[in-house]
């Protein structure tokens, strides 16, 4: 019931309670975790022994939570057949995975799903989550009917109707949070709605609601361009008169495009001992930017917890279908050995790139509590937008970071001082010596159809460019694709940075991509070094173009590799975070 025997577990399953909780009956001997249910203003009765009555007396309960040593007291579930009569009627009892099946049986209860926090749900039966939600959010709740939404099993909407409609009343539900909430936390709630958004337009690519809808959304955060972006993309494909009364309030015009600053150059004399705090799981970003470092200052001066395998030539399939397995050498450790090379000072700069917060609370604070005065920087490599530099500092029990490192940086949002985009890198060694810059004809595509607009693009656009949209390719058959097509088409992901933008021009290919609203340093120049678009109809204009024209794609695409090749190998990103992170202790900077 607890992570590596602290409270982490106990704490876990407080805060994944749903908003709607005020009321909670304790049933078991616990351990109780009452300060922090006190402090999410949760009032909680207890009943920790057989016969005994909740005490303080409530009713109607929100939740009832059964806690004991293992196995769970034989009295327990006599206790929660007595107390479910005070359970409100939307309620959920929540039991330690694995052990209350039993129990949930007995009590003519479903068994609902999991929390986040690893424990088991059983509701009563009958129970919709999704009458719940609604009533909710007409009660002026759209925060917390979200909650409810996002917290449905994934196998409780068993067809595209019933996964559309979660998914738009998702999308509907954060987007009225967010004009209730204001600027703070805008970009995770954004992020969140995009995810629904991707969702509906995968499940109905021509569903012009949820385009008006995140439109809307963009224009919050402050960006019209992307919102008219959207909203010419859906009004090419299934013109709607609502649809074109919102592109008529659009201002994209107002929306400045400024190149952003390049990073500060690092001397090369500074070459620092650099642990990298990460996860077991696989990570592009940060992988290949370990791989970086490695290069470019050695491998005894980059040292991971915990230890990755794939960093070092071994367990290729964790890394999936990513270019980020390396070979570089090194040696497992201990939590206990790294603490005391913290202490001891061995290193100069701590990277914080658990992002998952796979490492446990209690753990993690005995590495930052060793690494005492070492300069600290958090790095952020995945998908989501959002500022997620609060969430973290609690987690570590720290004051502030020396600088936040992020990969998925909307030009359009604030996220503090000492915050500097991070795009990612391709590794230098995947990048051909010689390009055959002849014989190439042809677009390459290859890659899902749930994340972006890639079903509304692609099932437009395959004529005119001939995609196979359904190939499935080996390795060798992959590269051999790449080093053959003279256009190469990126469309964004769950991200807007994606592996393809840099894999494309590595290889050869002409880049024809949609421009991305992320903040990237030197990045590539319209018309140049590679070919952006807004929208469908930009789209569908430039492969016309192109097709008509295909002797125009080959200096585009011989700019954009030499550019890649000077700025965005692993090897360059990782001198470009070395000249920020010296550049930032030159200054003293700290960000909150």
């Avoid at 894999?503 to 002409?510: F, K, R, S, T, V």
Wanted: some cysteine; charged content about 25%; glycine content about 8%.
């Amino acid at each position: 019931m607890t992570k590596s025997g602290d409270d982490t577990g106990l704490h876990a399953w407080v805060d994944a309670l749903p908003g709607y909780v005020g009321r909670v009956l304790c049933l078991g001997a616990g351990p109780w975790p009452s300060e922090r249910l006190e402090a999410r203003g949760i009032a909680a009765s207890y009943m920790r022994k057989a016969g005994e009555a909740p005490s303080p007396a409530l009713e109607n309960f929100d939740a009832i939570v059964i806690c004991d040593e293992t196995p769970l007291a034989e009295w327990l579930a006599e206790a929660l057949r007595a107390a479910l009569p005070l359970l409100h009627g939307d309620g959920a009892v929540y039991l330690p995975a694995g052990e209350g099946e039993r129990m949930i049986e007995e009590a003519a209860l479903a068994q609902y799903g999991e929390s986040s926090a690893g424990w088991a749900i059983a509701v009563r039966k009958g129970y919709d989550p999704a009458e719940h939600a609604r009533r909710l959010f007409a009660a002026g709740r759209p925060d917390v009917s979200y909650t409810i939404l996002d917290g449905i099993p994934s196998g409780w909407a068993d067809n595209p109707e019933a996964q559309l409609a979660i998914a738009m009343e998702k999308q509907l539900s954060l987007y009225a949070w967010d004009r209730a909430a204001g600027d703070v936390g805008r970009a995770g709630r954004f992020f969140r709605a995009q995810k629904e958004f991707y969702t509906a337009v995968y499940v109905f690519p021509e569903l012009s609601e949820v385009y008006q809808c995140q439109a809307e959304f963009w224009r919050l955060l402050g960006n019209d361009d992307m919102a008219a972006r959207l909203l010419r993309s859906i009004q090419h494909a299934a013109p709607d008169e609502q649809a074109a009364q919102r592109l008529l309030r659009c201002r994209p015009e107002a929306v400045r495009r400024t190149p952003e600053p390049p990073p500060p150059e690092w001397s090369g004399t500074w070459r620092p001992r650099i642990l990298i705090v990460t996860h077991r799981h696989s990570d592009y970003g940060m992988d290949t930017l370990c791989h970086g470092l490695c290069l470019v200052l050695g491998d005894e001066h980059v040292v991971e917890y915990p230890w990755k395998p794939t960093l070092h030539g071994a367990r290729p399939e964790d890394a999936g279908a990513y270019p980020c397995v390396f070979n570089h050498a090194g040696e497992s450790r201990t939590l206990d050995a790294v603490t005391a090379e913290l202490r001891r000072g061995d290193y100069d700069v701590v990277l914080y790139a658990d992002m998952l917060q796979d490492v446990s609370r209690q753990d993690a604070r005995r590495l930052m509590d060793a690494a005492g005065e070492t300069p600290l920087f958090l790095v952020d490599t995945w998908d989501d937008c959002g500022n997620h530099q609060n969430v973290l500092l609690e987690y570590l029990g720290l004051p502030a970071f020396q600088a936040y490192f992020k990969r998925e940086m909307l030009a359009c949002v604030d996220y503090g001082p000492n915050t500097y985009p991070l795009p990612f890198g391709y590794p230098d060694e995947r990048i051909p010596e010689h390009i055959a810059w002849e014989r190439r004809q042809g677009c390459f595509w290859a890659g899902s159809r749930i994340f972006g607009l890639r079903r509304l693009y692609l099932e437009r656009a395959a004529g005119l460019a001939e995609l196979p949209l359904n190939r499935v390719y080996s390795q060798a058959e992959y590269v051999k694709a790449l080093a053959e097509a003279e256009i190469g088409l990126c469309l964004f992901g769950l991200g807007f940075d994606t592996v393809r933008y840099w894999e494309l021009p590595a290889h050869g290919c002409m880049l024809l991509a949609e421009r991305p609203p992320i903040r990237i340093p030197h990045d590539f120049e319209d018309g140049v070094s590679a070919v952006f678009f807004d929208d469908l109809p930009d789209l569908e204009s430039k492969l016309v173009h192109f097709a008509a024209h295909p002797d125009e794609a080959r200096p585009i695409a011989a700019s954009g590799h030499e550019h890649l090749r000077r700025y965005h190998t692993a090897s360059a990103r990782a001198r470009q975070l070395l000249g920020r992170i010296e550049a930032a202790l030159h200054s003293g900077a700290r960000t909150a």
